[in-house]
């Protein structure tokens, strides 16, 4: 099993910037794919930003582009999203999301974690 907690959300003006976590944890496991999601109320939760196991490739929803940066370091086993130039309109519980590999497997995993408010005021 793996654990994914993340950190880091918050009530922030129009303008502002938070920074997200999201440390893993567990035994004899590899992190593939990482990303993150978020989730209005009364909304779908939908892909943000993602980024490839060696931090090499990243991709972002169009919303956030130029605003939001993803991260990884990867022998901490945490995952990063930087939010700069936040609107009212990021307003969201935002998840992480991680494909996780065991040694004694060769099939991958999804885990959430368990979210992290974000508001915007205006």
């Known amino acids: 099993q793996v654990q994914l907690v993340e950190s880091g959300g918050g009530l922030v003006q129009a303008g502002g910037s938070l920074r997200l976590a999201c440390a893993a944890s567990?035994?004899?496991?590899?992190?593939?794919?990482m990303a993150w999601y978020r989730q209005a109320p009364g909304k779908q939760r939908d892909l943000v930003a993602s980024?490839?196991?060696?931090?090499?490739?990243?991709n972002y929803v169009d919303s956030v582009k130029g605003r939001f940066t993803i991260s990884r370091d990867n022998a901490k086993n945490t995952l990063y999203l930087q939010m700069n130039s936040l609107k009212p309109e990021d307003t969201a519980v935002y998840y992480c999301?991680?494909?996780?590999?065991?040694?004694?497997?060769?099939?991958?995993?999804?885990?959430w974690g368990q979210g992290t408010q974000v508001t915007v005021a205006s």
């Open positions: 980024i490839t196991t060696g931090g090499g490739s990243t």
């Open positions: 567990g035994k004899n496991f590899s992190l593939r794919t």
């Open positions: 999301n991680a494909r996780v590999s065991f040694i004694y497997s060769i099939d991958e995993y999804s885990y």
